[in-house]
Structure formats: structure tokens, C-alpha cells
Nanobody
Framework: VQLVESGGGSVQAGGSLRLSCAAS????????MGWFRQAAGEQRERIAT???????TYADSVKGRFTASKDPVNSTLYLQLNSLTPGDTALYYCALALDRGALALLVRTLSPESGAWGQGTQVTVSS
């Protein structure tokens, strides 16, 4: 599985960005995808998960501001980021795993056995 993120950049507080994640080489019939981020000196934070049934969950820190979606035809994952604050500055990654539990484990451990993740795209929000 290969995941390639794009769409990051630098914006002012209150601005918006749309991240994309192009997926290829998926061999699973059912899988979950999601986004996580890591700010400098901070732990990784899982921010959105889309399971095999299309159910989406968000971290409290982004709920109401970020919207995740997935194009089932080409397996592209999107993350719309609105009302950005400097606290959202981080490297944003997309990830793929067999299910929600495996995705959570992947974010905690970055274990290749848990799934796959991309190289990340930087989001920088200035005040």
C-alpha cells in the first residue's frame, strides 16, 4: 500500500486548507482509513477515522472544524480543515489499516504490521 498526502501549506489563523491522500496498491477488501498529526515535540494525535462502513469519528480537538471524506472510486481520502488555529500546526499523515483498532494501534506505535501511512504534509498556521 502506498499513501501520498498533499495540500498542506501555510495559512493565517481562521483560514482553511484541504488535504488529499492518494492511495494505491490496496489489497484489503475491507479497511479503515484516517488522518493523524504530530506537532513538534508532541505525541501523535489521531484526528479522524473512516471505517469500512463509512462511519466517521473525530477527535474532540477538531470536531466541528475538520471534515474527513473518502472517494470510494479511487480510494482518495480528504480532510477539509476550517477555522485553523496555531494549535493545528503539525505534520499531517493519512493512514490505512484493517479496522479501527488496527488504525489506533498504528498511530500509537507506527508499527508496519498494523498498516500503512504516508510521508506527511506540513500544515503551518500563523496568528
Amino acid at each position: 500500500v502506498q499513501l501520498v498526502e498533499s495540500g498542506g501549506g501555510s495559512v493565517q489563523a481562521g483560514g482553511s486548507l484541504r488535504l488529499s491522500c492518494a492511495a494505491s496498491g490496496i489489497t484489503y477488501r475491507r479497511y479503515s482509513m484516517g488522518w493523524f498529526r504530530q506537532a513538534a515535540g508532541e505525541q501523535r494525535e489521531r484526528i479522524a477515522t473512516i471505517d469500512n462502513y463509512g462511519s466517521i469519528t473525530y477527535a474532540d480537538s477538531v470536531k466541528g472544524r475538520f471534515t474527513a471524506s473518502k472517494d470510494p472510486v479511487n480510494s482518495t481520502l480528504y480532510l477539509q480543515l476550517n477555522s485553523l488555529t496555531p494549535g493545528d500546526t503539525a505534520l499531517y499523515y493519512c493512514a490505512l489499516a484493517l479496522d479501527r483498532g488496527a488504525l489506533a494501534l498504528l498511530v500509537r506505535t507506527l508499527s508496519p504490521e498494523s498498516g500503512a501511512w504516508g510521508q506527511g504534509t506540513q500544515v503551518t498556521v500563523s496568528s
